[in-house]
């Protein structure tokens, strides 16, 4: 095999295996040994909701430009499940590499496609064989296939047992029995498989001073930082594990040094108890958070309303999922969008804050807690469960060092040198009011928070004028969150074509943007919404340009609905030319290079 035909670096990977067969460490294995020879790499878990035994896929996308969406095409599956054998043999792209175990081989089935490579391996009965651990063999078979691929990969054998270490550091037998099994897996590919594929991988220096991390944790680490202290949750996929990862930081980090926690955790009864928890909390003056999916946020909406008319401050971390209903509680989607922003009955507009990978996880949920107490407002932190759930290489996070910004609060000592003070009365012309929290010691700090018609001091009022007066005043609010919510990213050349995306379409936009200038000489600008309302730059995007594509992950194309609504000129409007991907997989990015295409070609409308 030739230097110059070998590929390196640069393939997608696909473990089919089944729910609780224990894959899971053997997949991360495989995953943090990549990333600890410095090369790039992308993993996405795809499991089942809720029942052991189904299928499940792990895919790692290694990629030497650093590319980080999912692949569309497969180049190697590891095919571990009977059930879905013949699917999985089918899915990889001519010229790919199949790794089956030929003891779960269908009676009478032999794979039969001539153009992929084969490497068959008797995983369970190497296990039996090798494994002298009875009570392990179950989990330990997938390391074999660590080890297989390890030979035909070239994986570091240093770093892979340098990994299996660190993972099972506080079980010394269970290091021993991996490495064992590790081995197993290596010994059999070099005394039975003839390489015959182009594939490797070799050292890089990508990754130094990066790390791993899933995006719920770092949001969970962003709320630490923002000073959240109340958490109210109810479990529910993808969202539980932001909380308990919020859980785990505060048991370290808020600690008063004689063991108290200086928090407020609880798991509600129901969603909509959770976020009448976290009012409370906003109420008092504690900065309060719940997280959930779209199921729960749906739940919510009575008392989005009272957070958005009353102003409590509140923010609400939502990782969306496939619905309507239960839909598909293991598949991701950006389908939340509108919901988020009109939630509740009546006149009412929530800011949303969108990261579009990891590292902005952290800084958009430290920011959120922020943006909600200068509003005196409900903020939806907008994850999904591709960026919530699965592993980033992420850039070392920034310590806050700039403090908290509570906005309009008064003292005590304030509200001496304040003649006339009404808790809804709006003195600066941006719609926010002043507030007191419980407990300022002065006799005017009371006043009564009303969900009901209300004057600008908090009385009753059913008065026309008064209504009309302070809803007026609220939509004010949706001018001045422009102060304090992230501003697009906008790379912008000249050229005639512009693309839109928000969150998690934003890490197939660099790879898309390189097949269509390589493939078909296309240039196309970029700009990422990562907030609603839209920012100047939104609108001026438009405007510079001929065509602009809107990248959604829902079927109804709910940012390109939200622009519309926002921009009802038609010379702005008839630009629009919307991509829409809402099967519940990761946006990969030939997807959104053959749908612009498509477009540019004139075969869609």
């Known amino acids: ?30 995953t943090k040994g990549i990333f600890r020879m410095g090369i790039p790499v992308g993993p996405k878990n795809l499991f089942p909701s809720n029942i052991q035994g189904l299928p499940t896929w792990y895919t790692i996308r290694v990629s030497k430009d650093g590319y980080r969406a999912r692949k569309k095409e497969l180049d190697w599956v590891v095919c571990m499940n009977p059930d879905t054998l013949v699917e999985d043999v089918n899915s990889v792209q001519p010229g790919g590499v199949v790794v089956y175990n030929t003891d779960i081989l269908p009676k009478g089935y032999t794979p039969t496609r001539k153009d992929v490579i084969y490497y068959p391996v008797p995983f369970t009965s190497l296990a039996r064989d090798k494994v002298k651990d009875v009570k392990l063999r179950k989990m330990l078979v997938n390391v074999l296939y660590v080890g297989v691929l390890t030979e035909l990969l070239s994986l570091d054998l240093e770093v892979i047992k340098g990994v299996i270490k660190d993972t099972f550091a506080s079980k010394p037998k269970a290091i021993d029995a991996n490495v064992e099994a590790l081995e197993a897996g290596i010994n059999y ?25 899933d995006g719920n944790q770092l949001a969970a680490l962003g709320s630490v930082m923002g000073g959240c202290t109340v958490c109210a949750w109810y479990p529910i996929t993808p969202s539980s594990s932001l909380c308990e990862s919020f859980i785990a930081f505060t048991e370290k980090h808020r600690q008063d040094g004689k063991g108290t926690k200086n928090v407020g955790i609880i798991q509600a009864e129901d969603e909509l108890a959770s976020l009448e928890m976290v009012l409370g909390a906003g109420w008092a003056g504690a900065r309060a958070m719940t997280a ?20 409590i401050p509140a923010v609400i971390f939502d990782v969306q999922r496939m619905g309507p209903s239960t839909g598909l509680p293991t598949r991701t989607c950006q389908a939340d969008i509108l919901q988020a922003v009109t939630l509740s009955h009546g006149d009412k507009r929530h800011p949303i804050i969108i990261p579009g990978g990891a590292e902005e996880a952290y800084e958009f949920a430290r920011i959120s807690f922020d943006v909600a107490e200068q509003l005196q407002q409900l903020v939806f932190v907008m994850l999904d469960l591709d960026l919530g759930m699965n592993i980033w ?24 040198k304040t003649k006339d003070w009404g808790r809804y009365k709006d003195v600066d012309g941006d719609g926010v009011c002043y507030r007191t929290l419980p407990g300022t010691d ?34 004010k609010k949706w001018t ?26 934003d890490l197939c936009m660099r790879e898309s943007r390189d ?15 990562r907030s609603v309302p839209f920012h100047d730059e939104v609108k001026a995007f438009f405007e510079k340009h001929d065509r602009v594509y809107v990248i959604d992950q829902n079927r109804d194309g709910q940012m390109e609905q939200l622009l519309r609504m926002n921009y009802t000129e038609g010379r702005i409007t008839d630009k629009i030319r919307s991509v829409r991907h809402y099967n519940g997989m990761p946006l990969d990015a030939r997807t959104v290079t053959d749908a612009i295409l498509s477009f540019e070609k004139g075969n869609a409308r």
């Not at 959930?292 to 957070?307: D, H, I, K, N, R």
């Not at 001045?480 to 990213?489: E, G, Q, S």
Request: aromatic share 10%; net charge neutral; glycine share 8%.
């Open 1 to 30: 095999m030739s230097q110059s035909s070998q590929i390196i670096n640069d393939m997608s990977i696909q473990f089919a295996t089944v729910n609780g067969s224990g894959s899971q460490s053997a997949n991360n294995i495989i």
């Open 189 to 213: 590919a070099k005394e039975n498989l003839k390489k015959q594929d182009n594939y490797r991988l070799e050292k890089m220096d990508e990754n130094k001073g990066l790390f791993l991390s």
């Open 292 to 311: 959930t999916s779209g199921p729960g946020v749906s739940l919510m909406g009575e008392f989005a309303g009272l957070a958005y008319f009353a102003e």
């Open 393 to 416: 290489n992420c850039q070392q996070l920034p310590y806050p060092t700039d403090g908290f910004k509570r906005g309009k609060v008064l003292t005590a000592e304030q509200l001496e």
């Open 442 to 475: 002065h006799a005017r700090a009371a006043y009564f928070t009303r969900g009901t018609g209300h004057t600008e001091y908090a009385t009753y009022s059913e008065k026309p004028e008064d209504w009309q007066k302070n809803i007026e005043r609220l939509n």
């Open 480 to 505: 001045t969150a422009l102060k304090y919510v992230p501003k697009p990213v906008v790379d912008d050349k000249g050229h005639k074509v512009g693309i839109i995306a928000y969150g998690t379409t």
């Open 515 to 529: 097949q269509m200038k390589r493939e078909h000489n296309l240039d196309a600008d970029y700009l990422r919404i």
